[in-house]
């Protein structure tokens, strides 16, 4: 325990070293969690960050590899190297407080967008919590959604201002769930119904287009578009290669209004076998745990279609499936998930009365 506070206070003293703000059009902070079988394709990330000009861009990344854990800016093709560590726990959101505290510290930007990059879904180690992003092989560990809600949290309190855009470069994240927990400090999330090819996101694509943004265009909404496109168009025959992928922008203050009309819907419904039927309608590919809110909910109620497009901003699918852009928990089982939007909007009750015998 002493050994564990100890490296906790030397983490805590390397990250509040004295910096000089920078003025930027965007900030990108990259969390990318490479501790894993994913560690080659995080290099072959990084070399794509280090390929393009970042005009009107900061880049700023904590790099936790298998050897070593680093936090450097990239600046043209040169990796600039601020903090670096033995291996550390990607896993532990401490970590991720620090990261994100030290880049808002540095810089004085106009948009930010953070990148949770890794293994997504999380691997079953918390608990009830059983949902996460970022694993790390060496701590068996990751972080769960209600970890990141608590960092974001600390964050808006001590720089009074919501994360513009998260990206989870990472699969199975664009769930409803997810979008309401994080609601009251993130305004945007963009990020896949499905699995995320090894290659992730373009890179080297995002920072072409957006070096090309006229200042005017410089929003969250543009941003956003620019990156959901080049992710989409990149693997339609583009820079890496061809594969079926959808990828959503999602509007997280819509899902208040969307919990109130689900809330509704779920009070008297009526659970029969049916339900399973429609269900396996709306599966997503290789995780049956998730199920296409939009599509699924379509089958009962109207109420949606006045708010889908306030809450679905931007969509691209090249699936056959007709994903509507986010996801729902809706397990073959009864399992709690810790996230409010399941509990709050009577989901969680919906799956006991279903799988409980």
């Known amino acids: 325990m002493k050994n564990k506070i100890l490296l906790l206070f030397l983490i805590f003293l390397l990250f509040i070293t004295p910096v000089k ?6 900030l990108f902070l990259f969390y990318i969690a490479g501790d894993n079988d994913l560690y080659q394709n995080a290099i072959d990330d990084l070399n794509e960050l280090k390929s393009q000009n970042k005009i009107n861009s900061k880049v700023l990344i904590l790099f936790d590899g298998i050897y070593e854990t680093k936090i450097f800016e990239i600046d043209g093709n040169k990796e600039i190297v601020l903090k670096k560590f033995g291996n550390l726990n990607s896993g532990d959101p401490n970590l991720l407080l620090n990261f994100l505290n030290l880049g808002f510290s540095k810089y004085y930007p106009e948009n930010v ?20 992003v970022c694993f790390d092989e060496k701590y068996s560990d990751y972080l769960t959604i209600k970890e990141i809600k608590e ?14 855009i998260l ?17 009251d400090y993130v305004k945007y999330i963009i990020a896949s119904q499905t699995y995320v090819p090894l290659d992730g996101l373009p890179y080297d694509d995002i920072f072409s287009r957006l070096s090309n943004l006229n200042e ?14 080049a992710y989409f168009y990149s693997y339609q025959g583009g820079s890496q290669g061809k594969e ?9 203050e819509t899902t208040t209004k969307v919990l109130e009309v689900i809330k509704d819907i ?5 659970i029969d076998d049916r339900i399973l039927k429609v269900r396996e309608n709306y599966l997503i590919p290789l995780n049956d745990k998730y199920v296409d809110f939009l599509g699924f909910f379509e089958n009962y109620i109207t109420e949606l279609d006045s708010i889908k497009d306030d809450l679905v901003l931007i969509n691209i699918n090249s699936f056959k499936e007709s994903f509507n852009g986010i ?31």
């Open 21 to 26: 703000k920078e003025d930027t059009k965007i």
């Open 113 to 132: 967008i953070v990148v949770l990059w890794g293994h997504g879904d999380g691997r079953n180690f918390k608990g009830g919590n059983f949902k996460g």
């Open 151 to 164: 960092v974001l949290e600390k964050i808006y309190k001590d720089f009074k201002r919501k994360i513009d």
């Open 167 to 183: 990206i989870f470069d990472a699969c199975f994240m664009q769930t409803i769930e997810i979008s309401y927990e994080l609601k």
């Open 216 to 229: 005017k265009n410089l929003t969250p909404l543009f941003i956003g578009k620019e990156i959901v496109d």
């Open 244 to 252: 079926e992928v959808q990828i959503s922008l999602i509007n997280t």
């Open 266 to 270: 779920l009070k008297n419904f009526n």
């Open 327 to 357: 996801s729902f928990y809706f397990p073959p089982y009864y399992l709690p998930i810790n996230l409010d939007f399941f509990k709050e909007s009577g989901f969680e009750r919906i799956l006991w009365l279903l799988f409980s015998y």
